[in-house]
């Protein structure tokens, strides 16, 4: 959802913007925007922000979102071993 339609919705109950947003929270919660990506830049595999890759394998917008991508996976692959051997 597009902060101007948050907006036009606000203003269609009679609230500011930062008012509806505090009483809907529950219904927006999950719905951010869409980001628009320039031309050559990629979004960021863990944290979704915009970046420009330096070479053609970059997948990350900085080192601590490759690392913690990195545990996280490691961490899923080895609890779905301890689920099988079980």
């Known amino acids: 959802m597009e902060i101007e339609d948050i907006c036009r919705k606000a203003r269609a109950e009679g609230m500011s913007y930062g008012q509806y947003v505090y009483v809907h929270a529950a219904e927006l919660a999950g719905k951010r925007p869409v980001q628009r990506l320039r031309a050559g830049e990629r979004s960021c595999r863990r944290c979704g922000r915009a970046f420009l890759p330096t070479s053609s394998?970059?997948?990350?917008?900085?080192?601590?979102?490759?690392?913690?991508?990195?545990?996280?996976?490691?961490?899923?692959?080895m609890k779905e071993a301890v689920e099988v051997d079980c």
């Open 57 to 77: 394998r970059h997948s990350f917008c900085r080192t601590a979102c490759r690392v913690a991508w990195n545990q996280e996976k490691r961490r899923r692959m």
